[in-house]
């Protein structure tokens, strides 16, 4: 895997685990909010964090695979 790879992954790492902290305080609020208008801002807010949530590990799908398909064709 090359150096440039490995610190994307470790920076995707790090936004990954943000994102994932940032769903679990939005759920917890979600579960006590009172209201529709709040219940429903707080449901676009978890739909759009999960999607750049998906974002994310696709992305580090994808550097993955090239590391290790670089790695089939080096050996």
């Not at 579960?31 to 759009?48: I, K, P, V, Y």
């Not at 949530?53 to 064709?73: F, M, N, P, S, V």
Request: hydrophobic share 40%; net charge negative.
């Amino acid at each position: 895997m090359a150096p440039s790879d490995v610190y994307h992954l470790a920076e995707l790492d790090q936004m990954i685990e943000r994102l994932r902290a940032d769903l679990r305080d939005i759920s917890e609020r979600a579960a006590s909010a009172d209201g529709n208008a709040s219940e429903e801002r707080l449901a676009d807010m978890l739909a759009t964090q999960e999607a750049r949530l998906q974002d994310l590990l696709a992305k580090r799908e994808e550097i993955l695979a090239k590391a290790e398909k670089g790695g089939r064709d080096a050996g």
